[in-house]
């Protein structure tokens, strides 16, 4: 067998990342099967300790950050994410390094032929999502990793990564996203995403609003788990959008004492610093033999990253600065928004926008037509999914009237291959201006792809 045979593989497995056209319901039950298949595995889960990441948006980050933190601690980490930029090898890494070819061939036919052994009619069953997390679980162990960071897919509660074992569970954003399957509430969102809480297991949240952050309550309560929340247990101040910051924490609200400051990360935003708090905490409360003193958590802030999240790219000062994110919500639009406007005040700001089917796409367009002098409505190519640009200008059309002429674009165009989108952009653009890329993950890693190509071409 070789890679490809092992990539035609888990590609013939439905990916509900794809295909949205399920319900909740279609998932009852499968933990059930998962938590089988592990027994008979070895409980590869258990060969490490574990923290489990859910939330809306930040839970990446709040990954590659405690990831970071870890590392820097002298540990071995694994690290399971979603979605990947450019290959889904990048979902499973160690110590921030992708899984290779030939260790993902051999673990993912040996998980095949486990699962052939213990249900066979299990394996045609199984779907991409499933597959990739049982792999990241059993790959961990091979790698002999002190600790596993696994972000949630989506929810919480019937997600395939619920299977873990964690030592701590943190539960980042609330905001709007998959309300089709989550449900159309912050409440019922945070239900879900509550659905992670262990019985005696500490949670760390983010989570400030007053609705979801009861249901959170709630949950711990009932499980008898200690939950250490933003502003409550600890803080970071200031929040800014790129200046230094402190991580306290508070009273007696928090089992370990820590007061840090000259805090500095990579991704600019506000809501970076609140990723980065819950972070921290989640370490401290790991308590292991790793070192986890000031100067580690500093260092490791300092070199945590993750491409697309108000990321800056400047091939040089005869060309704008491109800001690419993949924001793909109304909430994640805001903070986009607020970062930019923070980092480059008083520039022409140029927008490139694409986004998926079914998002809030009247929401984000609604925070993000008056922020921009121009405004290119494109598509990606890489899903079938992507919102029709055509139609994104009818609902900047019905939105215009809303607002002031003063607040209006200058212009609006409708290019429907986003190559063209950015080209346009930069012919139009003067060194002083502004490039933004947003609405979707996968515009923002295709444009982020052609311009890191374009500027190795040129140099």
């Known amino acids: 067998m070789s890679f490809a045979d092992a990539v035609s593989f888990l590609n013939s497995r439905r990916n509900f990342e794809l295909d949205r056209n399920f319900e909740m319901g279609d998932l009852l039950g499968r933990l059930e099967k998962l938590r089988e298949l592990l027994v008979f595995l070895g409980h590869p889960e258990r060969s490490y300790r574990t923290v489990h990441i859910a939330g ?49 061939e051999e673990v993912l036919f040996y998980i095949r032929d486990k699962i052939a052994l213990f249900d066979s009619s299990l394996l045609s069953e199984l779907t991409f999502f499933e597959l990739m997390a049982l792999f990241a679980f059993v790959y961990f162990e091979r790698r002999s990793v002190d600790f596993a960071v696994i972000e949630v897919g989506m929810g919480g509660r019937l997600d395939a990564t619920n299977i873990c074992s964690p030592s701590v569970t943190v539960i980042a954003n609330i905001s709007y996203d998959h309300i089709e399957q989550l449900g159309p509430t912050l409440t019922e969102i945070a239900r879900e995403k509550g659905g992670i809480i262990k019985q005696g297991i500490p949670l760390v949240s983010s989570v400030t609003q007053e609705g979801p952050k009861n249901v959170l309550r709630e949950i711990v309560q009932s499980r008898k788990a200690p939950a250490y929340f933003l502003d409550e247990a600890f803080t970071v101040e200031p929040i800014t959008v790129d200046e230094p910051f402190r991580f306290m ?48 958590i500093r260092n490791g802030l300092a070199k945590s990253f993750l491409p697309v999240r108000v990321e800056v790219l400047q091939s040089d000062s005869n060309v704008p600065p491109l800001v690419i994110d993949g924001a793909h919500n109304r909430a994640s639009t805001t903070a986009f ?123």
């Open 337 to 459: 928004i607020d970062s930019v406007y923070k980092l480059f005040a008083g520039r022409r700001k140029f927008l490139i926008f694409g986004t998926t089917l079914g998002k809030d796409v009247d929401g984000m367009l609604t925070d993000l037509v008056p922020n921009f002098d121009m405004i290119f409505l494109t598509q990606y190519t890489s899903s079938m999914r992507c919102f029709p640009p055509t139609g994104l200008r009818t609902i900047i059309d019905a939105i215009l009237p809303i607002y002031e002429p003063k607040n209006r674009p200058k212009e609006i165009q409708v290019i429907n291959d986003n190559s063209l989108a950015l080209q346009k952009c930069l012919e139009l653009a003067n060194p002083n201006d502004v490039i933004c890329i947003t609405g979707s993950i996968y515009l923002a890693a295709e444009l982020r792809k052609l311009f890191l190509n374009n500027i190795k071409s040129t140099t």
């Open 249 to 296: 924490t508070l009273l007696n609200n928090f089992p370990i004492r820590a007061d840090i400051d000259g805090l500095n990360l990579r991704m600019p935003g506000k809501h970076q610093r609140k990723n980065a708090a819950i972070a921290i905490a989640a370490a401290l409360l790991l308590e292991d033999k790793f070192i986890l003193d000031a100067a580690t």
């Open 56 to 104: 809306t948006k930040g839970k990446g980050s709040t990954c590659a950050i405690l990831t970071s933190i870890l590392t820097e601690a002298g540990a071995t980490v694994g690290s399971f994410t979603s979605p990947h930029l450019y290959s889904f090898l990048e979902r499973v890494t160690v110590n921030g390094i992708p899984c290779n070819e030939s260790d993902f």
